[in-house]
């Protein structure tokens, strides 16, 4: 083992270990409570979040709605809205734009949050790491989210600065969403909706609501094959032969596509079926698109029967969410292109690879515990150049990985909560590349955080890393924990 | 009963009981509330502080809180000891009443749950002291219940007035309570028909 090790030149163990930090320190797409919503009704960010951005059973409902209130919305409003032409206008219909609403007031809103990271003593050979680092990264996002009236509804957030000033910044999500398209084919309310543009995947976890200060591991796990003959040889692939699996989909990063879904039965079942472009870069790296599926079904476990139909359960001291436990279920399918214009093998073909991305979760709750897990395995078809012939590709050991997380957390008060994280990553692929000592990365986060104010929000997160290698100058390789504390500020107006 | 005009109704109960009583006299303090530092004289609670050797059975009649469009409303309700109070929720949405003390003293505080659109909780109140309603899910949701000694009670309009009616004879000490501002008490003799009180709260 380490004297294959040895044979990885240091800056390739650099360069490994580089990506993977980056990935990890890269700026999670974040979505965030909406301060605009909290105007709109004149309500506080609770009634949707219990921690925000995480929402609770109230603003699920609230969003599954089109961002309107469940019931009764008009009455809730206490800013009026801009009417687009008259009701009336309905009845001229197709002989006059169909009338719609705007919100009264610009629905912006604005976040910033910024952390303040410990980083243990790494070898001098792993690349330098300060110690701290104060507020990185340092994000600020603006989100605009409403409804066009009664069956549209819009989101866009945008990282305006993302990592320090002039950093580069992306948008999260942006999307149309038409809700309850069913309706008027005589199906269950909720059955039917569909949304379009750039979105977060129905993903049995959110990664843009997440509480948490750092990505789940396996949301961030791409599949690339190690560059070099021994690792490939390694993994099974023909000697002397290149490995060719460069997939860059990561599972937790907004993609463009069309989305159809549903959540009919007040939410219980879910489902969704979403055709993307594999990856939310400007443009489309390959022809082909990709397909998810996902599907849930709720168990409300509330005994009486009329807590059980409510938006949100009756406590003894108040509402609450619902005691219940989710299952799950998702595919995600496609098909990798590379050598599109033949420059990475002259004189070959393009090659298509298939690749999926499968697994199940669930998510209990019961009062002021929460404990959800996901599952996923990851395989990607590796294609090598048939040098025997010049012309095709021959199938080899594909790329794999297994992955998931489960976390635990609790309300100590309503405005204080403890939470334990558990990712792991099993990758051979990556530990030929020299990213950790063994094929499963495991990463415990414990953590606890405040609510300051409902929109003030002050994190602390300890991460206790897998063991990663590094080569010194004269050969030899030691492995070292990159542990670190995370703490974070975060507010929204 | 109609909301909008519970707290007059709440107001008036007392007096109400009073003229039944047979009690001598059947005064007015009629006053006006001023105030400095506070945004305005709405809500303020006025009433007769305790009157030596004198007791009040607690009202028959029911006052009712409403839960509507997040809010409560009343927002400050004036209501003698003893009386009982319903808590209404006519929202679709769930909430609950709670107040963390009475007047500071967190062993009275309470909880009263959660109930649907349409139903009512009540609630006797017998210790003295202002309740700070709330709802746990929207705190953006605030009441007051300010518990008084006796039936002589009422709550400013917005322009700062106030009636107490059917008060006997005599002379009281007028107290106050707001939501923003300090305690004010004055003497008043209602030996006339009308009596008329000038009352400044201040921040």
């Not at chain 2, 209404?88 to 967190?106: A, C, E, R």
């Not at chain 2, 009670?153 to 107290?175: R, S």
Request: with cysteine.
């Amino acid at each position: 083992m380490k004297g294959r090790l040895r044979n990885t030149s240091l800056m390739a163990s650099l360069a490994a270990v580089v990506v993977v930090m980056c990935g990890m320190l890269s700026s999670v797409p974040k979505t965030a409570a909406i301060p605009a919503f909290s105007r709109k009704y004149q309500t506080s960010c609770t009634t949707c979040h219990s921690n925000y951005p995480e929402l609770n059973d109230f603003g699920e409902a609230f969003k599954k709605n089109g961002f309107k209130f469940p019931k009764d919305d008009a009455s809730f409003i206490k800013e009026a809205v801009v009417m687009l032409g008259a009701k009336a206008q309905k009845e001229a219909f197709p002989e006059a734009v169909y009338p719609g609403e705007i919100p009264g007031s610009v629905p912006i809103a604005f976040r910033y949050s910024g952390n303040f990271n410990y980083n243990s003593k790494q070898p001098i050979a792993a690349g330098f790491l300060p110690r701290t680092d104060l507020f990185v990264p340092n994000t600020f996002t603006i989100i605009g989210a409403g409804s066009f009236g009664p069956t549209l509804s819009f989101w866009v957030d945008n990282d305006i600065s993302a990592g320090g000033a002039d950093a580069a910044a992306s948008l999260g999500d942006g999307y149309l969403k038409f809700n309850d398209l069913g309706h008027a084919l005589g199906l269950p309310k909720d059955t039917l909706n569909l949304r379009m543009g750039q979105f977060e995947l129905d993903l049995p976890i959110t990664q843009a609501r997440t509480i948490n200060l750092t990505p789940y591991d396996v949301y961030s796990q791409a599949s690339i094959a190690p560059v070099g003959n021994a690792a490939c040889t390694t993994i099974g692939s023909p000697a002397a032969t290149p490995c060719t699996t460069n997939n860059p989909l990561q599972f937790g990063i907004p993609q463009r596509g069309i989305e159809i879904g549903g959540y009919p039965n007040d939410g219980n079942f879910t489902w969704s079926l979403a055709v993307v472009d594999g990856s939310n870069n400007t443009a489309a790296l390959r022809n082909s698109k990709d397909v998810y599926v996902r599907v849930s079904q709720r168990f409300n476990l509330e005994r009486d029967p009329e807590s059980r139909n409510a938006i949100q359960a009756a406590g003894p001291t108040g509402p609450r969410d619902h005691t219940s436990i989710r299952f799950g279920a998702f595919y995600y399918y496609g098909r990798n292109a590379l050598n599109m214009d033949g420059s990475l093998f002259p004189g070959f073909g393009t090659v298509h690879e298939p690749f999926y991305r499968a697994g199940g979760d669930f998510r209990f709750k019961y009062r002021h515990l929460e404990f959800y897990g996901v599952g996923m395995y990851g395989h990607d078809q590796n294609l090598l150049p048939d040098t025997m012939t010049g012309t095709g590709f021959v199938r080899t050991s594909p790329v794999t990985f297994t992955g998931g997380f489960a976390q635990a957390q609790y309300w100590i008060y309503p405005w204080a909560m403890a939470l334990m994280r558990y990712d792991f990553v099993d990758s051979p692929t990556d530990f030929f590349k020299g990213v950790s000592r063994y094929n499963t990365r495991n990463r415990f986060s414990p953590g606890v955080q405040f609510l300051v104010r409902a929109n003030i929000k002050v994190a602390f997160e300890y991460q206790h890393r897998w063991e990663r290698p590094v080569t010194l100058s004269n050969g030899t390789t030691i492995f070292f924990h990159p542990n670190g504390i995370v703490s974070g500020i975060d507010y929204v107006f | 009963m109609s909301l909008p005009g519970i707290a007059a109704k709440a107001a008036f109960a007392g007096s109400t009981m009073l003229a039944l009583a047979g009690a001598n006299g059947a005064n007015e303090i009629k006053g006006k509330v001023s105030v400095q530092g506070i945004k305005s004289a709405e809500n303020i609670a006025v009433y007769v502080d305790v009157i030596a050797d004198k007791k009040f059975d607690p009202p028959k009649e029911h006052i009712v809180v409403d839960q509507r469009k997040m809010a409560f409303i009343p927002h400050v309700v004036a209501v003698q000891q003893g009386t009982t109070v319903d808590f209404l929720n006519s929202d679709p949405v769930g909430h609950n009443v709670y107040w963390p003390s009475i007047s500071g003293n967190k062993k009275l505080s309470h909880n009263l749950g959660t109930w649907p659109k349409g139903e009512k909780k009540p609630f006797q109140f017998n210790d003295l002291g202002t309740a700070s309603l709330l709802c746990n899910v929207h705190p953006e949701m605030s009441g007051y219940v300010v518990v008084v000694p006796t039936p002589y009670f009422a709550v400013a309009d917005k322009d700062g007035n106030f009636e107490i009616k059917n008060i006997p004879a005599g002379k009281y000490t007028l107290k106050t309570w707001g939501e923003d501002g300090k305690p004010t008490t004055q003497a008043v003799d209602a030996s006339a028909a009308t009596a008329t009180v000038e009352l400044t709260v201040k921040k």
